[in-house]
């Protein structure tokens, strides 16, 4: 079956995607949201690719170096065995910073024997719209493009340049190494110094990886979702992005393809959050001030997406050179999504915000600028929370009351009462309070359906929403509570297709989506586990981590029938979620619980 078996390299400034047979079919650079230098995922004929091929005599296996972004694809032909270990190179330099080039490597290890191997390497720059020409200098191979604007790629390499761009055979006797960057390196590399840059990546990773909490259980899950969250971080602003991709569609043939290169508010203040609660206190920081950057004027309305350099215009433009992921037109770069109102981003915001001062207050940078955004949002939540809006899922047609964003907007003051009080600023806080019991009293008596027994997408509504199962996570309404229980058992009922749930049935700007949109399956598991259903959640984690790829990665969509992987990928939503509920599994036993309370 087809699937997005990809590994993700990066470095934080970029990303690359590597297919199980070791060939990268998505890169851009020099950073994650610039034209593609090679993007065969888009287009299999002419979206460029870098590809190590071999006989079929040999197998291949691929795997992470354990706890790091190191790609290690291993090529088996009985006694003739080599591997790639591809990355990103990012480690701290003599002076404490953080060197992260715009370069990939490919490190080529001899292990036994005499393997062969050809290379395909055909850069196609800027997104394969005009000619890429590729040349042999004496140091390095250089391709470059002048038909939309002018642009360059470098390769460097240890093997016959001219065997390398004619496809010849190469036999593998020794260690070498293929390092394609942006820019022309100042200093020639070297076997040697190439090694030394994947030994200094793996201890960066390694390190990384070592302040992640370890737990009884779904550890390595947990871990591999954590760099991957990290890989998805972007060092220069902050900002951290929804998916390194673009246009990878929902379904095959649809035309639900959009951009995810961009930092949603909303996705990127819960992947801080999780990452925050897993003591990762820079990229949390790093994002804080990506936020406090973007709002410089203090009545200033949040979008709810930015460009990951702070782009406030994200026009949305199609490509249609590119045949699409398996014929999935048209293909898209930018997100008319920037444009919407969505209410519900301030409240996750304001929820980040208290959870970063909660866990660092003794040492949270920006107090004072925080404190001003607080207010901010107050003023602005005051003001409108009793309009419509487009929503959580981005419907591009109606505004409606949508319960999600009602509840994130109680989320927005009842966390700005609980900054004040941790900053020991109350001289608002009767007024906050009021507008906090108002916006409660308003969803119980407009969100719930006692018709359906649940709480409902939007107010006056009967169809039923996976988002609104986020009540109890953000506190709204306590788990054992009878109409919160009764919303669950309803929501699985409804929405469930076997164990994978729809976001929602009725019929959105493009009809029913026909796959399952992978977050919402985990805050189905979440909810059961917090109703007290804890084996039957288990049994649903379980089945859902067995639909991840060969690498334990996830995208945006799982097929309903195929359990295929669909959408963007991988996606943060699905990573930060798939922690959510690991770390909730790994928390003592039920016994163990029981026990401890007997002997109290």
């Known amino acids: 079956m087809d699937n997005l078996d990809y590994g993700i390299i990066g470095n934080c400034r970029s990303a690359a995607l590597i297919s199980k047979t070791g060939a990268i079919e998505w890169c851009c650079l020099p950073e994650f949201d610039s034209s593609s230098v090679f993007a065969k995922i888009l287009d299999e004929g002419i ?77 196609k720059l800027e997104y394969a719209l005009g000619e890429t020409k590729t040349y042999i200098k004496d140091d390095f191979i250089v391709s470059l493009t002048k038909t939309v604007k002018f642009d360059t790629v470098f390769l460097y390499t240890s093997f016959n340049k001219n065997a390398v761009l ?50 009884k259980k779904y550890n390595q899950e947990i871990a591999r979702s954590a760099i991957t969250l990290k890989l998805l971080s972007y060092d220069k602003t902050g900002a951290v992005l929804a998916a390194a991709t673009t246009s990878l569609p929902e379904t095959i043939g649809e035309v639900r393809n959009w951009d995810y290169r961009f ?17 990762h206190k820079n990229v949390a920081r790093r994002y804080l001030q990506f936020i406090i950057d973007l709002i410089p004027d203090k009545d200033e309305k949040l979008q709810i997406m930015y460009g990951i350099n702070k782009e406030k215009e994200l026009t949305e433009e199609t490509l249609d050179h590119l045949s699409g992921y398996k014929g999935s037109k048209p293909v898209r770069i930018g997100n008319a999504a920037y444009e ?26 920006n107090g004072e600028e925080l404190w001003g955004i607080t207010k901010g949002i107050v003023w602005i939540v005051s003001r409108h929370w009793k309009e419509r809006d487009k929503g959580i899922w981005e419907f591009r047609t109606e505004d409606r009351h949508f319960t999600f964003s009602k509840v994130l907007c109680w989320v927005a003051i009842d966390r700005a009462v609980k900054v004040a009080r941790i ?89 029913l989506p ?19 259903e804890v084996e039957k959640a288990r049994k649903h984690f379980e089945k859902l981590l067995s639909y991840s790829n060969h690498l334990g990665l996830f995208s945006e969509d799982i097929d309903f029938k ?23 599994f790994s928390t003592k036993d039920t016994e163990e619980r029981i026990l401890e309370s007997m002997r109290d």
């Not at 709480?455 to 009878?482: C, N, R, W």
């Not at 990573?575 to 690991?582: D, T, Y």
């Open 166 to 215: 004619e496809g010849e055979e190469i036999e593998v006797t020794k260690n070498g190494y293929f390092l394609m960057g942006y820019n022309e390196k100042i200093l020639q590399p070297t076997t040697r110094k190439i090694y030394l840059d994947l030994e200094r990546t793996k201890v960066y990773w390694l390190n990384w990886t070592n302040k992640t909490p370890t737990y």
């Open 514 to 532: 026909s796959s399952s949109f992978t977050i919402c399956t985990f805050w189905y598991i979440n909810s059961l586990f917090k109703i007290g």
């Open 263 to 279: 930092c949603w508010i909303r996705d990127a203040s819960m992947v801080i959050k999780v990452m925050g609660g897993l003591g």
């Open 340 to 365: 919407q109102k969505q209410n519900d981003i301030y409240g996750i915001l304001m929820d980040v915000i208290h959870a970063q001062l909660v866990k660092f207050n003794t040492d949270i940078e």
């Open 47 to 123: 979206g460029g690719s870098f590809e190590i091929q071999v006989s079929d005599k040999y197998t291949v296996k691929q795997r992470y170096k354990k706890n790091t972004a190191v790609l290690i694809t291993r090529f088996s032909n009985k006694g003739n065995v080599f591997e790639i270990h591809d990355f990103m190179p990012r480690y701290h330099d003599e002076k404490g910073k953080y060197h992260a080039p715009p370069e990939l490597v490919r490190y080529v290890k001899h292990i036994k024997g005499k393997p062969v191997f050809r290379v395909l390497y055909n850069p």
């Open 423 to 511: 900053l020991k600023k109350t001289r608002k806080l009767e007024k906050w309070l009021l507008l906090e019991k108002e916006i409660k009293a308003d969803i119980y008596e407009n969100a719930w359906n006692g018709e359906v027994n649940a709480f409902t997408q939007s107010y006056g509504s009967s169809h039923l929403d996976a988002s609104v199962l986020l009540m109890e996570s953000y506190g709204f309404i306590e788990a054992k509570h009878p109409k919160f229980v009764s919303t669950v058992k309803a929501i699985g009922k409804d929405l469930s297709n076997d164990g994978l749930l729809y976001r929602y049935k009725n019929e959105d700007d493009f009809g």
């Open 562 to 584: 195929t359990k295929r992987l669909l959408g963007n990928f991988p996606q943060a939503y699905s990573h930060l979620a798939l922690i959510e509920c690991a770390v909730n």
